[in-house]
């Protein structure tokens, strides 16, 4: 039962270059969302995808671009890392989002710890 | 969205109950109120939800206030790997995305 794997789980990386930071989900979660995580700023919703082909902003998107092809699969990309984007990124999952009722627990990933140089 | 207010800490013997506030006093009707947890260095961990009843799952139990304004996530034998930043959070009917504030820290102590 692998749930939610995360990958790399450390990257170090300087200014300027891309990084593709993966996500992968077990559970055929139509939902995926990327946070990243700051200290002062505590998680915030990066993007999310509803389902395959089907992505939506978050919070803070600027600098990142994300895919799904495939329903278990969620990579984040940032086509040219700055160092304002050093930061944990969490990966989470769920069943069904976007408001409404019933149960929208969202399952997260180990965390990937990006330093830009 | 309902925004929650939760003390920044608090403090917890070991194999006592833990008793964590949460006010929500702006909630909707058809918002949700879920607790999250995080241990240090760790991914968020989903705890329990509830709408108006109390729950109770492996975890934890929640208990409601019946105007809906502020809950308690209960925590009946805390132990040390209890300690963590828990985080009440507004989710479901308009608030469409988990919305993390500061949380309470709460440390369990030997």
């Known amino acids: 039962d692998a749930g939610i794997t995360q990958s790399p789980r450390y990257k170090i990386t300087e200014t300027g270059r891309q990084v593709t930071l993966m996500c992968h989900q077990t559970?055929?979660?139509?939902?995926m969302f990327w946070y990243r995580q700051d200290l002062g700023h505590g998680l915030r919703l990066i993007y999310y995808?509803?389902?395959?082909?089907?992505?939506d902003k978050g919070e803070v998107p600027d600098g990142y671009v994300v895919s799904r092809s495939k329903t278990e699969n969620f990579p984040l990309t940032l086509e040219s890392a700055t160092r304002s984007q050093t930061s944990v990124y969490f990966c989470?999952?769920?069943?069904?989002?976007?408001?409404?009722?019933?149960?929208?627990?969202?399952?997260f990933g180990p965390g990937t710890r990006l330093l830009v140089l | 969205d309902a925004k929650t207010t939760q003390p920044p800490s608090m403090d917890c013997a070991e194999g006592r109950a833990a008793n964590l506030p949460c006010n929500h006093s702006t909630i909707s009707g058809n918002e949700y109120v879920y607790w999250y947890r995080q241990i240090h260095s760790q991914g968020p961990q989903y705890i329990i939800h509830?709408?108006?009843n109390n729950e109770t799952n492996e975890m934890a139990s929640l208990i409601i206030t019946e105007d809906r304004k502020s809950s308690t996530l209960i925590l009946p034998h805390a132990t040390l790997r209890d300690t963590a930043v828990y985080y009440c959070?507004?989710?479901?009917?308009?608030?469409?995305?988990?919305?993390f504030g500061s949380g309470t820290q709460l440390t369990v102590l030997p």
């Open positions: 959070i507004g989710l479901g009917g308009s608030a469409r995305q988990l919305t």
């Open positions: 509830g709408l108006k």
């Open positions: 995808s509803a389902a395959a082909d089907i992505t």
């Open positions: 559970w055929s979660h139509s939902y």
């Open positions: 989470a999952s769920s069943r069904r989002g976007g408001g409404g009722t019933g149960d929208l627990s969202q399952y």
